[in-house]
C-alpha cells in the first residue's frame, strides 16, 4: 500500500520540473492528483508524459481568486475531496540590483510567489478534510541573501511567514503546514538563473554555486519530491510550522 492511499492531491506549478516530478511521485504512492498551471500546453504534455488514470489537470492563474477558486472546485468535483495541497507554483523574475531592478516584474514575482501561495490556502483550506498537510514551497532563498535576487528572496522570506501563521491557525483541525527549501535544483529555472547572473557563461555559474555546496552538486527534482512526500504522508503526521530544507548542507554554516 502507498504512502499516499486514498489521497488527493492538488499540486500548483504541476507543469514545471518539480511540479510534475512530485505528481508523478504521489500517483506512485496511490493518490488522485490534480495538476494547475498557467500553460494549458504544458499541462496537456505533463499528463500525457505522468500517463494515468488518477491524474487530471485544470490551466489557472493563482493570482486570480477566481481561477483559485475554480481550481478548487475542479478538485473537488472531480475527485471529491482535498488532502494534500502543494502550494508550489512560482517564478524567479530576474536577476538585476535593486537599483536595476524593473518595478513591474518585482510586482509580478510577489504576485505569483507570495500572493498566490496565500490565496491558494485561502481557498483551498475550507475544503481540505481534517489531518490533511500543505506544502508551501521556499527556497534557500527564504534562509538567506543572494545578490541581485531582491524580489525572488523577498517572496520566499514571505512564504516562511504565511506558512508559521496558517499553520498556527489549522492547526485545531489537523492540518499541517510546512515550507520546504530547496538548494539549486538542476532544471529550468537554475538556468534562467545562471545566465542571468553571468550571460554566456551559465556553466561557470553552475559551477561556482555547486562549489558552495558541501555535497558539492545540484539537487534533483526527485530530490524536492521525496521531500515532498515526506511532508504529504503519515510519516509527517506530527511536524508543522517548519521548514524542510533540501540543500546538501548550503545553509549550515
Do not use: C
Not at 485544470?58 to 481550481?71: C, G, L, W
Not at 524593473?102 to 483551498?124: A, Q, R, T
Not at 535576487?149 to 496558517?166: D, E, F, P, Q, W
Amino acid at each position: 500500500m502507498g504512502k499516499l492511499e486514498n489521497k488527493v492531491a492538488v499540486i500548483t506549478g504541476g507543469s514545471g520540473a518539480i511540479g510534475a516530478t512530485t505528481a508523478g511521485l504521489f500517483l506512485q504512492e496511490g493518490a488522485r492528483v490534480v495538476i494547475v498551471d498557467i500553460n494549458e500546453e504544458a499541462l496537456k504534455k505533463a499528463v500525457a508524459e505522468l500517463n494515468s488514470p488518477n491524474v487530471s489537470y485544470i490551466a489557472a492563474d493563482v493570482t486570480r481568486a477566481e481561477d483559485v477558486q475554480k481550481y478548487v472546485q475542479h478538485t473537488v468535483s472531480t475527485f471529491g475531496k482535498i488532502d494534500i495541497f502543494f502550494n508550489n507554483a512560482g517564478i524567479e523574475g530576474v536577476v538585476k540590483p535593486i537599483t536595476e531592478y524593473p518595478e513591474e516584474v518585482f510586482d509580478k514575482v510577489i504576485s505569483v510567489n507570495v500572493k498566490g501561495v496565500w490565496l491558494g490556502m485561502k481557498y483551498v483550506i475550507p475544503e481540505m478534510n481534517d489531518g490533511g498537510s500543505i506544502i508551501n514551497t521556499s527556497s534557500v532563498a527564504g534562509l538567506m541573501g543572494f545578490t541581485s535576487m531582491s524580489a525572488y528572496v523577498t517572496s520566499k522570506h514571505a512564504v516562511i511567514g504565511l506558512t508559521r501563521t496558517v499553520a498556527h491557525e489549522v492547526a485545531p483541525r489537523g492540518i499541517r503546514v510546512n515550507s520546504v527549501h530547496p538548494a539549486p535544483v538542476d532544471n529550468r529555472m537554475m538556468r534562467s538563473l545562471e545566465e542571468g547572473f553571468a550571460p554566456g557563461q551559465g556553466e561557470e555559474v553552475k559551477k561556482g554555486f555547486e562549489a558552495s555546496i558541501p555535497m558539492k552538486k545540484y539537487a534533483t527534482n526527485e530530490d524536492i519530491a521525496r521531500g515532498v512526500l515526506f511532508l504529504a504522508s503519515d510519516d509527517s503526521r506530527f511536524i508543522t510550522g517548519m521548514k524542510l530544507v533540501i540543500d546538501g548542507g548550503m545553509t549550515m554554516a
